[in-house]
């Protein structure tokens, strides 16, 4: 199974480089972090670790990336709950983002 993100900055037409994203599992009574890092330059992380069936969170740090750039926003974070069923699939879990919206899908 494989697991990426690919968040894109729809104000700015461009992909949110440097957004801070975190990744959770939940165990059936709490949430587990998994993993912390940012995006890249083309707004991707790639090979997130999430190997098996379950229910997982991505967490987007808005509120950081927009104030990097001043801009206020009005979601100070976007939390992303989804279920992998088939986990010999990928799963691409995008995210179009503005200060004051935003949107997610099951990408491919």
């Known amino acids: 199974m ?4 690919h968040v894109l900055d729809t104000a700015r037409g461009r992909p949110a480089a440097g957004m801070p994203v975190r990744l959770d599992r939940y165990d059936g009574t709490t949430w587990q972090p998994l993993m912390e890092d940012a ?3 083309d707004g ?3 090979e997130l670790p999430a190997t098996e069936e379950g229910t997982y969170r991505l967490r987007f740090g808005t509120s950081s990336y927009f104030a990097a750039r001043m801009t ?3 979601y100070p974070e976007v939390s992303v709950v989804f279920q ?3 986990p010999a699939e990928h799963h691409h879990v995008p995210l179009l983002v503005s200060p004051f919206g935003y949107t997610t899908y099951r990408g491919s």
């Open 39 to 41: 995006t890249d330059d």
């Open 72 to 74: 206020e926003c009005f």
């Open 84 to 86: 992998i069923t088939q």
């Open 44 to 46: 991707r992380l790639e």
């Open 2 to 5: 494989s697991l990426s993100t």
